[in-house]
């Protein structure tokens, strides 16, 4: 595995290897892996020829009073990862190698970003469209690989990529979790271990608001209050950033679920603020 830190060495690297006929896939990540990022990589790699995986904690994605000081990482470690999952480059690079002094372009999909996640992290995903776009441009992806736990950057990203002719196929895979329902997160070293024990009823929660969906229950107001109701009762310590019901490609809240429907959520947990979701029906 060949570690890149100049963008346009990985750039010369991808076009050597797409010159050769080989085609390519790359897994965005912000690093300190866990089985979730270790499964995008694992479907990657079976994806095509060469695997590129970036490892960028990227600043532009981060509100002013956000966690990018504090965001956990270890590089030796990830880079290990990467390597024992069959990854050819893993792109390193150092802020100012993605951003200029005086960068001045952004990437917005508004429509997509102004709701869930996007409420409460005005410039966030304006940050994420932008980093992947580059990241794009610079491997020439044939595919990329994401995460459903992100339900809202997969569907900007995929909108993004449609509306601006990228040719990069965007694949999302199902959200790894642990073996108590939790889902997968980087930031769930912020927890402490009573926080730990209680984080798994965000997903119960959520399991029984799909239970309720398909046993009949249309009206998303009950299906949201019945959720509520249950963190107040088993998540103590839990603050719900948000509750939504929405379409899952057009992220347009929902009144009534008589077609397809995404829950999803942020709860903010002692320093973690950790999101989920379910498909209430497909
Ligand atoms: P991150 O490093 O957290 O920015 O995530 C990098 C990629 O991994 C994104 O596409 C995420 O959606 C994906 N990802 C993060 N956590 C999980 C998970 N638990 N299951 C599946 N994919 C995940």
Sequence with gaps: MQIFTDPQALAAQCRAWHAAGEDIALVPTM???HAGHEDLMAHA???????????????AQFGPNEDLESYPRDAARDSAIAESRGADALFMP????MYAPDHATWVEVPQLAKGLCGASRPIHFRGVCTVVLKLFLLTGADVAVFGQKDWQQQAIIRRMARDL??????VARPTTREADGLAMSSRNVYLTPDERAVAPQIRAALLAARDAAVAGETDAGRLKALVLAHWAERLPGGQPDYLEIVHPESLEPLAVVDGPALMACAVRLGKARLIDNILLRS
């Design 45 to 59: 790699r079976g994806l095509a020829r060469r695997l590129v995986v970036s490892l960028f904690v990227n600043p």
């Design 31 to 33: 690093g300190y892996y």
């Design 94 to 97: 150092e802020p100012g190698a």
């Design 165 to 170: 002719n990228v040719p990069t196929r965007i």
